[in-house]
T-cell receptor
Framework: GENVEQHPSTLSVQEGDSAVIKCTYS??????FPWYKQELGKRPQLIID?????GEKKDQRIAVTLNKTAKHFSLHITETQPEDSAVYFC????????????FGKGTHLIIQP | EAGVVQSPRYKIIEKKQPVAFWCNPI?????LYWYLQNLGQGPELLIR????????DSQLPKDRFSAERLKGVDSTLKIQPAELGDSAVYLC?????????????FGPGTRLTVL
């Protein structure tokens, strides 16, 4: 089955700086890669996703890059703000998203004021 | 539009007792998922339904866990008997399957504590 590794487990950055979270996956059949943000005690919420036919996708301060050859994808957050503090999860799916997701273990992002 | 609804939000039981969780997906969403999230970990898929059919239950511990989605809408996940290691958050998610997005929308979860 699919295995998703996520690094780092904790990331602390100064407000206004950029944050980068990296994930690798094992199943070359995976074709859908979403990123979820989860605040303490809340539900995971999708912040951005990318499909295997695209190398990069941006949405305002958030961007995701995908390297299919190396089987890794990354989340980039620019101009970080206090409200970006949360746990971020990467995930992968081989069914275009409708199949079950395999999640990484999460990254606790801390934005220092 | 209402999101995915789950109940109860919190449940405390003693080991060996049965427990059930209920999920109401977003209206019109054919695909429903149950995930388990341990503290400090990412969600892990337990079972996926397409309408009323369980199409992927390979990760469901069938000796004690069961699930149903009788009319292809609401779903119930049951544990009998519960063990200490079952303490976790049980998340339900739904997806429209068709259309331009495959996003999975999560419910708030049920936090289970087994004493």
């Amino acid at each position: 089955g699919e295995n998703v590794e996520q690094h780092p487990s904790t990331l602390s950055v100064q407000e206004g700086d950029s944050a980068v979270i990296k994930c690798t996956y094992s199943d070359s059949a995976s074709n859908y890669f979403p990123w979820y943000k989860q605040e303490l005690g809340k539900r995971p919420q999708l912040i951005i996703d990318i499909r295997s036919n695209v190398g990069e996708k941006k949405d305002q301060r958030i961007a995701v890059t995908l390297n299919k050859t190396a089987k890794h994808f990354s989340l980039h957050i620019t101009e970080t703000q206090p409200e970006d503090s949360a746990v971020y999860f990467c995930a992968a799916s081989s069914g275009g998203g409708a199949d079950g997701l395999t999640f990484g273990k999460g990254t606790h992002l801390i934005i220092q004021p | 539009e209402a999101g995915v609804v789950q109940s109860p939000r919190y449940k405390i039981i003693e080991k060996k007792q049965p427990v059930a969780f209920w999920c109401n997906p977003i209206s019109g969403h054919n695909t429903l998922y149950w995930y388990l999230q341990n503290l400090g970990q990412g969600p892990e898929l337990l079972i996926r339904y397409e309408n009323e059919e369980a199409v992927d239950d390979s990760q469901l511990p069938k000796d004690r866990f069961s699930a149903e989605r009788l009319k292809g809408v609401d779903s119930t996940l049951k544990i009998q008997p519960a063990e200490l290691g079952d303490s976790a958050v049980y998340l339900c998610a739904s997806s429209p399957r068709e259309g331009r997005t495959d996003e999975q929308f999560f419910g708030p979860g049920t936090r289970l504590t087994v004493l």
